[in-house]
């Protein structure tokens, strides 16, 4: 079993590049070229240098103990909380601005949920000196306003996407428009793992950096490299991606993803794709996504921006189809609770979508020498209106 893309960019049976013609040039240049190009000396000095002196990685690996003692395990945060821009996003968006500078592109656009992914873009857009358009549901950029703020301060326009359910789907759907009518001069940053080939695979590299660095930093505090538990979060998948990109072939590491669930899965508002959903074709990928049986994509629900989302990266349907990944899913609530408590007992308050990771801590069960590490994806800056909507001690 091979849990990697093959020549044509499949996980398996999920992936692939389908696409309209008029970005077959685009594409087939980036599928030819990005390894290449990515994984040359040069490129990867610029892009080292990046994450250490701009992004201040590597990012922590950080033992929890007050968790820990609550749940009965040794629980480890991948901090990526603590990036430049507050996400694992920026790891993506770096990597990307250095690809479409190579390949001769002047102009950047891309799609966001949560803001965090518009914010990454228009940050290393500034950075680098290139114009950047930032497509973003109508809902998202109300109940993400601070990112929208920081966006247009970086000198990004942000443009409302006032289709559908107004949200991430509706977003990437403008996104892939835009990039019909501009092939020429404009590279498209994806924000996860998600796309035609060579989207899913270019990204996951990108954010391999979280789990390279967990190894050594999991061996010098545990003295093995290897955890028992890794957990995350899942929207398209990027965070997850990788967290687990550098253990994939490593049995021993259970792997253990959460979906939004959003008022239940049963509710008809929810985001859990992988158990809701069906094999189709969403964004140019093969994928697991929500949709009627002909073929209408369903309109997602959750209370976070970021995993309000229809499908699936093709790599964690793979993974999930193949049993190698166990899949969770935490409703609005849980995921409220579980912040709260991480932020009342460490004293780190995260991203909504990170919350969902935590959620999954009270339906597992653990031994108490398991190694548990969970990938913080992102602080919860941007959600602090939503916080404190719903937190009695608050109001
Ligand atoms: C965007 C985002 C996610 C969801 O996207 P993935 O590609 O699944 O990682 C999760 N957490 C945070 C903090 C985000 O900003």
């Given at each position: 079993m091979t849990y990697n893309i093959n020549t044509k960019g499949f996980y398996g049976q999920f992936g692939g590049a389908f696409i309209p013609e008029m970005l077959h040039s685009n594409i087939e240049r980036l599928q030819k070229n990005y390894r290449e190009i990515t994984g040359s000396p040069a490129f990867k000095a610029e892009f080292d240098n990046l994450m250490r002196?701009?992004?201040?990685?590597?990012?922590p690996l950080y033992f929890a103990p007050n968790l820990s003692k609550l749940y009965g395990a040794q629980i480890y945060l991948k901090r990526e909380d603590l990036n430049h821009t507050g996400s694992h996003k920026i790891n993506n968006t770096?990597?990307?601005?250095?690809?479409a500078k190579h390949i001769g592109k002047t102009r950047i656009i891309a799609e966001t949920?949560?803001?965090?992914?518009?914010?990454?873009?228009?940050?290393?857009?500034?950075?680098m000196g290139i114009e950047c358009l930032v497509?973003?549901?109508?809902?998202?950029?109300?109940?993400?306003?601070?990112?929208?703020?920081r966006m247009k301060m970086l000198g990004a326009k942000v443009i409302p996407a006032t289709s559908g359910s107004q949200t991430l789907k509706d977003a990437t759907n403008e996104a892939i428009r835009d990039w019909i009518n501009n092939p020429v001069d404009t590279h498209y940053i994806i924000g996860s793992v998600v796309g035609p080939h060579p989207y899913p695979d270019m990204v996951a590299r990108f954010q391999s950096v979280i789990s390279e660095e967990m190894k050594w930093q999991l061996k010098?505090?545990?003295g093995n490299e290897n955890p028992d538990?890794?957990?995350?979060?899942?929207?398209?998948?990027s965070n997850a991606a990788g967290a687990i990109y550098h253990y994939i072939d490593e049995p021993s590491v259970k792997i253990a993803l959460t979906e939004a669930a959003g008022k239940g899965i049963d509710s008809g508002h929810s985001a859990a794709t992988s158990v809701l959903g069906s094999v189709g074709i969403i964004h140019g990928s093969k994928t697991m996504l929500m949709q009627t049986p002909d073929g209408q994509i369903v309109e997602p629900y959750s209370i976070s921006a970021g995993l309000d989302y229809p499908g699936i990266g093709p790599m964690h349907a793979h993974l999930i189809e193949s049993g190698r990944a166990q899949v969770y899913s935490a409703t609005d609530t849980e995921a409220l609770d579980a912040a709260f408590e991480l932020s009342r007992i460490e004293g780190i308050i995260p991203a909504l979508e990170t919350a969902?990771?935590?959620?999954?801590?009270?339906?597992?069960?653990?031994?108490?020498?398991d190694v548990v590490v969970i990938n913080l994806s992102g602080r919860g800056d941007k959600d602090l209106a939503t916080y404190i909507q719903h937190d009695p001690n608050v109001q």
């Open positions: 002196d701009y992004v201040g990685r590597p990012s770096i990597g990307q601005i250095l690809l949920g949560a803001g965090q992914h518009g914010v990454a873009t228009a940050t290393v857009c500034a950075l497509y973003m549901g109508a809902t998202d950029i109300k109940r993400q306003a601070p990112n929208v703020s010098a505090q545990t538990y890794i957990l995350a979060c899942v929207g398209g998948g969902h990771g935590f959620a999954v801590l009270k339906k597992m069960t653990f031994k108490p020498d």
